[in-house]
Nanobody, 126 residues
Framework: QVQLVESGGGSVQAGGSLRLSCAASGFTSSSIFMGWFRQAPGKEREGVAAIYTGLGIRYYADSVKGRYTISQDNAKNTVYLQMNSLKPEDTAMYYC???????????????????WGQGTQVTVSS
């Protein structure tokens, strides 16, 4: 049974940093396509970053490029999202997701992911 468990959310002032973690379990393959999404109240779920753990290929939304970094720790089956220079508009519930197949250019499409975590709240105050 696949499980994704996020942690690391919280409240921070603008300009600060947070690191989110997503611990994955139940996968039969060591190569997993993992994504981070966020959803603010009244807005659609937005893909912010993704990584194909088999090759270490990374994808970023333009809105976070240069500020966020997605990384992996294969020994811990964990994917991280380091968020720097946070802005109030980054405030949202952040979700970790996994797809059974590499998504490539479709990485930001939430409908293409098969598994989701419960989410962790990130709040950035001005």
């Amino acid at each position: 049974q696949v499980q994704l468990v996020e942690s690391g959310g919280g409240s921070v002032q603008a300009g600060g940093s947070l690191r989110l973690s997503c611990a994955a379990s139940g996968f039969t393959s060591s190569s997993i396509f993992m994504g981070w999404f966020r959803q603010a109240p009244g807005k659609e779920r937005e893909g912010v970053a993704a990584i194909y753990t088999g090759l270490g290929i990374r994808y970023y939304a333009d809105s976070v490029k240069g500020r966020y970094t997605i990384s992996q720790d294969n020994a811990k089956n964990t994917v991280y999202l380091q968020m720097n220079s946070l802005k109030p508009e980054d405030t949202a519930m952040y979700y970790c997701a996994a797809a059974r197949f590499p998504l490539g250019g479709y990485w930001s499409s939430a409908l293409r992911y098969d598994y989701w975590g419960q989410g962790t709240q990130v709040t950035v105050s001005s």
